[in-house]
Structures are given as C-alpha cells and as structure tokens.
Nanobody, 125 residues
Framework: QVQLVESGGGLVQPGGSLRLSCAAS????????IGWFRQAPGKDKEFVAA????????HYNDAMKGRFTISRDNTENTVYLQMDSLKSEDTAVYSC??????????????????WGQGTQVTVSS
C-alpha cells in the first residue's frame, strides 16, 4: 500500500520561497512517477511538475518552469518541490501523486494511482 504525505506548505509573501515535501511509503521501483498538482478554490486541479525514478525524467507546467524545481531522494522515498518567486496566483492546495508504472502522461490526473491529502500554500502580503 502506497501512502503519500505532503508537508511544507504555509503562508509566504509574494516573491518568497517554499519547499514542499512528499514522503512516500510503500513505493517500489515500479512506482516510477511522482507528480505534483495544485487546486485553487473554484478551479480544476492543475498539473505542476512530475519526476520519474531518475532525476533526468522531469516534466513541468510551462507556466511554472523556471520558478519551480522538482527533485527526489530515492533513499528517503521523498520528492521535493522547490517553489521560488511565488505569486499570489500560486495560492492553492498542493498534492502529490504516485503512479504504478513509468510516467507516460505525467500531466494527466488519471495517470496516477495514489494521492496525498494535500498541503495549503498561501501567497499573500
């Protein structure tokens, strides 16, 4: 059974940074992909970034590329999302998700088999 627990959310001023963590238990090498999605009130869930088992396999929403960086520590079974130059429109609940196999369609919610509960990120002065 795969369990995902997000942490690191909070309140930050515009221009600030946060690092989110997704601690995964029960992962095996077949659980290849981890993705981050976000959902703001009244909006659909939006793809943020995803990473395969190897760091080279990274995918980003173009709107966030350059400000957000995804990475993973396979020894700790943890995936990180470093968010810099945050804007008010980045305010949302951020959730991580895991696949049962290699990433094929990383931007699609249906690609993922397990989801965490999410962590709130609020960007406000």
């Amino acid at each position: 059974q795969v369990q995902l627990v997000e942490s690191g959310g909070g309140l930050v001023q515009p221009g600030g940074s946060l690092r989110l963590s997704c601690a995964a238990s029960g992962l095996t090498p077949e659980n290849d992909g981890i993705g981050w999605f976000r959902q703001a009130p009244g909006k659909d869930k939006e793809f943020v970034a995803a990473i395969g088992w190897f760091d080279e396999d990274q995918h980003y929403n173009d709107a966030m590329k350059g400000r957000f960086t995804i990475s993973r520590d396979n020894t700790e079974n943890t995936v990180y999302l470093q968010m810099d130059s945050l804007k008010s429109e980045d305010t949302a609940v951020y959730s991580c998700a895991a696949t049962l196999g290699p990433l094929v369609r990383p931007t699609t919610t249906g690609e993922y088999d397990y989801w965490g509960q999410g962590t709130q990120v609020t960007v406000s002065s």
